[in-house]
């Protein structure tokens, strides 16, 4: 009798679990169908409601592996070592402009979760490249890898984001999060420009009628990206000319920094005889 009672007992609290999930994503689809479909006030509040369900949904550490399925425009990411999950996803306003929107969990301890809510301030980007970025005043941008490595007990998360600028130019950003217990803090120095001068992030700015790629080979073990130049020397400078020149540039991860390889296919290129507008997966071993 008591085994009995006992699989009736488990059989209506996974029931209640089940119902309890269920809800929850039937609330945060909810929201994601206000966000695309309701005026521009009635988007931002939903999007407001969203973070603060993802917060209270994630702080409870049985659910930090929880993955939401069946919810279109939420971009869920996990670093390879599991530690770091970030859940992102942009609202359109009528005017075109794009407001970005970043809710991370990580575990400072096993026992425990912190969630950080990423407050997009539409910070002018003209001036973050050599600084640390607070969460609660980011420049905003639609993250879509996250990846983590390792040099000298240190693990440094790196994401990669895009952002729809405006209708004349388009921007890609490769920052680095530094994790100090529950504290998160964009950028760092371990990046370096075309100038080779150091930088907390680097960020790529083209033609929004031209796409970049720009994210991590595995093959490669590097991040490979297309390297952009104006279409005529005069326009230097002049990102709405900026597009892929049909050469690619790498970030190698040695000894805790990203370095620049410019130009990483130029010889493979040469060996295989491809023309100049061959792609890395066209070269061999």
Known sequence: MKAILSIFFLFVTLCVNAQVETAFRDSVKSLFDLMRTADDSEKVLAATKLEALFSEYYEDPSHFDDELDSVPFLGQL???DDAVKMLCWNI?????ALQYHCVMRHRPTKETVAVTVFQDNESDWNHIERKPVRPNDWYGALYYNILSNRYRGKTYYTVLGWDGKDNIT???VVDV?????????LGASIFKDDKDRPTNRLIYEY???????LNYDDKEKMIIMDHLAPEDSRFEGQ?????????????EFKKGEWVLLKDVFAK???LNNLPENAKPG???D
Request: glycine letters at 6%.
């Open 78 to 80: 996990s670093s390879s």
């Open 92 to 96: 359109a306003f009528e005017n075109g």
């Open 170 to 172: 388009n921007r890609k």
């Open 177 to 185: 999060i530094n994790i100090q217990g529950k504290s998160v803090i």
């Open 207 to 213: 033609a929004n009628d031209v796409s970049m790629a």
């Open 239 to 251: 990102y709405q000319f900026y597009g892929p020149d049909f050469s690619y540039d790498a970030l």
């Open 268 to 270: 493979n290129r040469s």
């Open 282 to 284: 066209d070269f061999k």
